[in-house]
């Protein structure tokens, strides 16, 4: 086994060694076959084949096969090499093919571009779409191409003010836009009607004072303050309060 190994392996080194031009596909194909070899002839020595003698100790008990070991005298294991004069050509040759491979391989990148779909594509396709995208035309509506502008209507005169508008206001019509109350009529609302809270009592007035007349503020306290207190038997309070809130819009 060992010794047809060796042949077959001193035929591919002869082989490689006469290539003078040769493809890549062949180079790779004979490398390939020698790497095979080797690796058989290395793991041949790593584990070389059992002979019928050492079946047979493996049959046998642990005791029978030390008494056989002990009998036997070791002989030396041969070691198998090849011959350092063919492997040292060898390795030139490939190193010599290796270093002629770059062109080999280029002719193989530049088959395989052609073949292959370019990737490039699509990101030039959108280069292109987003150089060409302000060239775009803006969307104009049709209607305001052909609607015709309007005409500008005349404006009316803006009134002048007479004399009495520009009249400075008395102190009379400042004080009617507010509620007059009186100090003790504020103590007893503030006490009957909102429950001793003076602050609801001057939220619920600068409320009022903001209306447009009285209706609208009988209406805010009939729906909007009145639900909040109970205001039974406090008519006279209430008559009362209401009496000066229409006195401001009169």
């Known amino acids: 086994m060992e010794k047809k190994l060796h042949e077959q392996l001193k035929d591919l080194a002869n082989e490689i060694l006469a290539m003078n ?3 890549l596909v062949d180079l790779h194909q004979k490398t390939r076959a020698l790497y095979e070899l080797l690796t058989i002839q290395l793991h041949l020595e790593k584990n070389p084949p059992k002979n019928k003698e050492e079946e047979t100790i493996e049959a046998t008990d642990s ?3 030390d008494k056989f070991i002990e009998d036997q005298d070791p002989q030396p294991v041969e070691q198998s090499t ?3 004069n063919l492997a040292e050509p060898l390795i030139e040759k490939i190193k010599d093919i290796v270093a002629q491979m770059p062109s080999e391989t280029q002719k193989i990148d530049e088959l395989l571009e052609e073949l292959l779909p370019s990737k490039s594509k699509p990101l030039s396709e959108l280069e292109d779409f987003a150089s060409n ?10 209607d305001s191409q052909k609607t015709p502008p309007k005409p500008v209507e005349p404006t009316a005169p803006e009134p002048k003010e007479t004399p009495e508008q520009n009249k400075p206001k008395s102190l009379n019509d400042k004080l009617n836009k507010n509620i007059q109350i009186g100090l003790n009529d504020r103590l007893a609302f503030t006490k009957h009607l909102f429950e ?16 447009n007349n009285y209706q609208e503020a009988t209406r805010f306290i009939d729906t909007m303050v009145k639900p909040d207190y ?4 406090k008519e006279q309070h209430l008559d009362r309060f ?6 401001k819009f009169n």
Do not use: A, C
Request: hydrophobic share 25%; net charge negative; no cysteine.
């Open 196 to 211: 001793g809270n003076s602050d609801e009592y001057h939220r619920v007035i600068s409320q009022i004072t903001t209306m």
């Open 63 to 65: 005791k029978t096969y």
């Open 242 to 247: 209401l009496l000066l809130i229409e006195k």
């Open 230 to 233: 109970n205001w039974e038997g």
């Open 21 to 23: 031009e040769t493809s």
């Open 82 to 84: 090849y011959e350092e």
């Open 133 to 142: 995208y302000q060239q775009t035309p803006v969307f104009e509506r049709k």
